[in-house]
Nanobody
Framework: QVQLVESGGGLVQAGGSLRLSCAAS????????MGWFRQAPGKEREFVAA????????DYADSVKGRFTISRDNAKNTLYLQMNSLKPEDTAMYYC???????????????????WGQGTQVTVSS
């Protein structure tokens, strides 16, 4: 059974940085693309960033391009999201997600993912 556990969220001032982690288990991590999504209160869950199974292709939401970096460490079965220059509008619950399909490329929508973590809260104060 695939399990995803996020960590690293917290309260930070605008302009600060956080690094989120997602520990994966239950299957061969390196064979699957991964993604990060976020959901603010009263809003739909939205795409943040994604990485393919090889790790050589990434994509980002326009709102985070140049500030966030997605990466993976296959030896540690862990996905990361480095978030710099944080803004109050980045405040949300952040989720990592994994698709069912093996050797998956970058996927940009929630429908492309089957497995979800429980989320980690990021709050950016102004």
């Amino acid at each position: 059974q695939v399990q995803l556990v996020e960590s690293g969220g917290g309260l930070v001032q605008a302009g600060g940085s956080l690094r989120l982690s997602c520990a994966a288990s239950g299957r061969t991590f390196r064979n699957y693309g991964m993604g990060w999504f976020r959901q603010a209160p009263g809003k739909e869950r939205e795409f943040v960033a994604a990485i393919n199974w090889i790790g050589d292709s990434t994509d980002y939401a326009d709102s985070v391009k140049g500030r966030f970096t997605i990466s993976r460490d296959n030896a540690k079965n862990t996905l990361y999201l480095q978030m710099n220059s944080l803004k109050p509008e980045d405040t949300a619950m952040y989720y990592c997600a994994a698709p069912r399909a093996i050797y998956s490329n970058v996927r940009l929508t929630t429908s492309g993912y089957t497995y979800w973590g429980q989320g980690t809260q990021v709050t950016v104060s102004s």
